[in-house]
């Protein structure tokens, strides 16, 4: 069984301290609590959607969970094929799945 769950993150104010502090919401205790509540039923973010991780345990424990579930191998040579100058990712996507082989 596959499900996709959305979680849209609006920003309808115009104070921008208001805004940095629900993005900080979202992007800390938010993301942490569903990876915690999602764990139980081995849910994983889109590798689009990844937040940064608040510390390199954090990090290394995401790396692993990503690494379990997915192909990652497969996934970077198509990144290779189909995005060979590496356009596509940012600095957390090559963190995370690694930078795909030339």
Not at 25 to 53: C, I
């Amino acid at each position: 069984l596959h499900s996709r769950v959305g979680i849209i993150n609006y920003l309808p104010s115009e104070d921008e301290r208001q805004r940095r502090d629900i993005t900080n919401q979202f992007t800390g205790q938010y993301s942490d609590l569903m990876r915690n509540v999602g764990a139980v039923f081995n849910a994983t973010s889109h590798w689009a959607k990844l937040e940064k991780p608040t510390s390199l345990w954090k990090l290394v424990d995401l790396k692993l969970h990503y690494e379990s579930r997915l192909p990652i191998a497969q996934f970077n040579a198509a990144r290779t094929l189909y995005d060979p100058k590496n356009l596509m990712a940012n600095d957390l996507i090559n963190l995370v799945l690694g930078i795909p082989p030339p």
